[in-house]
């Protein structure tokens, strides 16, 4: 490992590096692989961006893209006026996995959605990959539990 830095970066300037860890993180971690193939929908993902709802977070070795935690924001229609974050995807390349990592990841994220006024984020872990004793000792706590049927 050289440099680590995190930022807050562009669809269009990460797109085609964020790919492959991509691939990479649907592998690992999709969970239901077997109902829907990896095809991501770049279009929408670019109109969220310029609409604000979209914010991309990195965290690189020098300039190689060693992860990223993708937030959508968006209103929180229980509270007219508020909005919520909500991780669309967190993940960094084994090469690098480790709580420093992603803690500080996720650290840098928290810092740059509450200068952005955002009051509340939502981070999903799943059950292939859990993540609650990580996201305990940073402070969040458990506000429910998703179930998913394959219909």
């Not at 084994?94 to 996720?106: P, R, T, W």
Request: with cysteine; charged share 30%.
């Amino acid at each position: 490992m050289q440099a680590i830095k995190y930022q807050q970066e562009f669809l269009h300037s990460v797109r085609g590096e964020i790919e492959s860890l991509v691939k990479e993180h649907y592998d690992e971690v999709h969970p239901v692989r077997e109902v829907f193939e990896r095809n991501m929908d770049w279009d929408t993902y670019e109109k969220l961006e310029a609409l604000g709802m979209l914010k991309i977070f990195t965290v690189r070795d020098a300039d190689k893209l060693a992860g990223y935690l993708a937030v959508t924001v968006t209103p929180n229609i229980h509270s007219k006026g508020s909005f919520v974050a909500c991780d669309d995807g967190l993940f960094v390349s084994k090469e690098y996995s480790g709580a420093s990592i992603v803690k500080d990841l996720i650290r840098f994220t928290e810092k740059c959605l509450k200068d952005d006024g955002l009051k509340v984020f939502h981070i999903v872990g799943t059950t292939e990959k859990p993540i609650d004793a990580l996201m305990k000792r940073m402070g969040y706590s458990a506000v429910e539990t998703k179930f998913q049927k394959v219909l």
